[in-house]
């Protein structure tokens, strides 16, 4: 099974007009054009994508089912709308020990899409600082299934605020 990889670019515009520049500018910004190009098709992208967060949640919760994890996950309940950052960065450091804990490569491969796509969209919001939030060690620990609802309604948050 192949997992997208929607926080990569797709090459085939950018590439399409590099070789239209190229073939039009033989000068030496010509080049430079064509270079940065080519370099910018393979840059991750920096918008939000909490729709592909979502999804890779989705898909995860159907994955465990099948699986008998049993661990206890520092979970956020009620986050703050002001605390939002802060909790799905705690959900993403906890998002690795279900990957741990499963040991299926699909399960590992989901969520590393998820974490990528998660960071490249909160790195998008610049270093927000926010004050008095629970640190992730004060948080409630609870069972997989009630983590996973939790993180779906924190990706839901920032799905409905971008």
């Known amino acids: 099974m192949r997992i997208s990889k929607p926080y990569l670019r797709s090459t085939s515009i950018q590439c399409y007009l ?7 500018f033989l000068t030496e910004a010509g080049i430079h054009v064509f270079i940065l190009g080519c370099f910018s098709a ?3 992208k920096t918008e939000a994508n909490w729709s592909d967060v979502i999804s890779d949640l989705k898909k995860i919760e159907s994955l465990i089912q099948s699986k008998h994890i049993d661990a206890t996950l520092y979970t956020e309940s009620d986050a703050h709308p002001n605390c939002k950052v ?6 993403l450091l906890e998002l690795r020990v279900i990957s741990y804990e499963s040991r299926n490569k699909t399960i590992d491969e989901t969520v590393e899409n998820l974490i990528i796509i998660a960071n490249s969209s909160l790195s998008s919001n610049g270093d927000i600082k926010e ?14 299934k009630d983590f996973l609802k939790s993180f779906l309604h924190i990706a839901q948050m920032f799905k409905n605020t971008s």
Not at 18 to 24: M, Q, T, V, W
């Open 18 to 24: 590099c070789l239209l520049l190229h073939s039009h």
């Open 42 to 44: 393979s840059l991750p």
């Open 86 to 91: 802060t909790a799905m960065q705690c959900f």
């Open 131 to 144: 004050s008095g939030c629970k640190e992730c060690e004060e948080l409630e620990e609870k069972n997989i």
